[in-house]
């Protein structure tokens, strides 16, 4: 499974930072800002997650997610989704790997579905 994907985009990093914000909120994600125009996502609960680990479900499962945002040197926008702090294999055993490797293929998509629909993705490659 990729620790990050790189989505390549034909449009502002500001828009561009706002449709990721959005993909990701509409899966459920609590989005705030980082440092340098980056963004913290995290989902489920981290408590719940330690006391039963792979047992909780994909929304209750704690997941954490970073988004860098950059300029290529062809000046298109690059919004890299990356794994967050926290191995999942600590917070569930397999069950949890699987768990993380889901919300992070699931938060991939929703990305991509959301440049894709407004018109500006240009490219997607895992990492």
């Known amino acids: 499974m ?8 034909a449009a502002d990093p500001g828009s561009t930072r706002a449709r990721v ?19 913290r996502a995290a989902r489920g609960s981290l408590g719940l ?3 039963v680990g792979g047992l909780a479900n994909d929304r209750t499962f704690h997941t954490r997610l970073d988004v860098q945002l950059m300029i ?8 890299r989704l ?8 600590v917070k569930g055993g397999a069950l ?6 889901r919300a992070f293929e699931q938060a991939a998509n929703a990305i991509h579905t ?5 018109g500006v993705l240009t490219d997607s490659i895992p990492g």
């Open 96 to 101: 949890g790997v699987a768990r993380g490797n």
């Open 72 to 79: 290529a040197p062809d000046g298109r926008t690059v919004a």
């Open 21 to 39: 914000r959005d993909a990701l909120v509409r899966q459920g994600y609590t989005v705030e800002d980082g440092e340098q125009g980056a963004l």
């Open 49 to 51: 997650t330690l006391l």
């Open 114 to 118: 959301e440049l894709a629909q407004a």
């Open 82 to 89: 990356l794994r967050g702090s926290g191995r999942s294999a």
């Open 2 to 9: 990729p620790e990050s994907h790189d989505f390549f985009v």
